[in-house]
């Protein structure tokens, strides 16, 4: 019923109990995960992954945190990774002017690099935005590649998404939209169609409420599925299978069958 969009199950804090964390999400009837690398050896470890569990499959990119140490060989490894069937996205890519572990100059370099390899690909791309909103949007706006990707766990504004949404992006929901606090992402949740919406975990990151500030998973993407349902007045079924109708479309994903 449910496709956890964004996770990053190759990171160190699932090498303990992986295939635990998979079975638990494969019982919460989530049925397919993006793992999304951050870094090189991330993507390689994540491509790994997805000859490992059927339901995973792996995107790959240069996180703005890491966009100072990537370098043109970084970039044709992982042209070379793509090269993977369960490849289905570029990404995470964007800029992050919030913690700035890498220069801002540095981060829009690498990003505009990286739309262009998207496009050669012919991939999608996973954005990452965090207090960049109007550089990443300047730059998405003029890109004139193939214009298909996801906003992913998105913290702007109704006005932000809309212009998102007008270029044809998908806008993706995480934990955060679960907190008591979060009054302008469930405007936002409330203002988005349902069939532009992606649902995802961000796992190990933002755990949704009642599990605040643990390990996130992704068996609680469903959780995030019932707030949009509540915000939305829609039953979570809908929900679950219109956001995973969603994946499938955005990131090429064969259907599962039940019989």
């Not at 965090?130 to 109704?158: M, N, T, Y």
């Not at 606090?181 to 990151?205: C, G, H, Q, S, W």
Request: proline share 4%; charged share 25%.
């Amino acid at each position: 019923m449910y496709i956890d969009s964004h996770a990053h199950l190759e990171m160190a804090d699932f090498d303990l109990d992986r295939d635990e964390v998979v079975a638990r999400a494969e019982k919460a009837l989530v049925e397919a995960i993006v793992t999304v690398g951050t870094n090189l050896p991330d993507c390689k470890k994540a491509v790994e992954l997805t000859g490992k569990y059927k339901g995973v499959y792996a995107a790959i990119g240069i996180h703005p945190h890491e966009a100072k140490s990537a370098s043109e060989e970084t970039f044709n490894a992982l042209k070379k990774l793509a090269e993977n069937e369960k490849v289905v996205a570029w990404g995470e890519i964007g800029l992050d002017f919030y913690h700035r572990y890498s220069p801002p100059a540095v981060q829009l370099e690498k990003f505009v690099l990286q739309l262009s390899i998207a496009e050669e690909l012919d991939l999608p791309v996973i954005i990452h935005s965090r207090d960049a909103h109007e550089e990443i949007k300047d730059h998405l706006l003029s890109w004139q590649g193939k214009k298909r990707g996801v906003i992913h766990c998105f913290s702007g504004d109704r006005n932000l998404a809309r212009l998102f949404l007008d270029r044809g992006y998908f806008i993706s929901i995480a934990g955060p939209v679960t907190f008591k606090n979060a009054n302008r992402l469930k405007e936002v949740v409330r203002y988005v169609p349902l069939d532009r919406l992606l649902i995802e975990t961000d796992a190990p990151f933002l755990s949704p409420h009642p599990f605040r500030g643990e390990r996130n998973e992704s068996a609680r993407v469903t959780l995030v599925a019932a707030e949009i349902a509540a915000l939305k007045n829609l039953t979570v079924e809908e929900v679950g299978y219109t956001t995973a109708q969603n994946a499938r479309l955005l990131f090429g994903l064969p259907e599962v069958s039940h019989a």
